[in-house]
C-alpha cells in the first residue's frame, strides 16, 4: 500500500510546519490499519479492471 497525499490536499499541507508534522503522523498511522490497508488493495484492484460500477443498481435475477 502506498500511502501518499491526494494532489488537491498538498497545498494545504504545505502551508506550515504543524500541518506538515500532523500530516506525517497521519500517514503513519493510516500504514499501520490492516483496514485501509485491505481497502486500498480492493480500490487498486478495481482501478485496474477499467470497469465502471453500476452503483446503486438493483439487479433483479430469474429466480424473484
Known sequence: MSEINLKADLVNIKKDTATIAKNEEWLKLIKKDPYIGEASNVIADW???????????????DNQ
Open 47 to 61: 482501478i485496474k479492471t477499467g470497469r465502471t460500477p453500476n452503483m446503486g443498481a438493483v439487479i433483479k435475477s
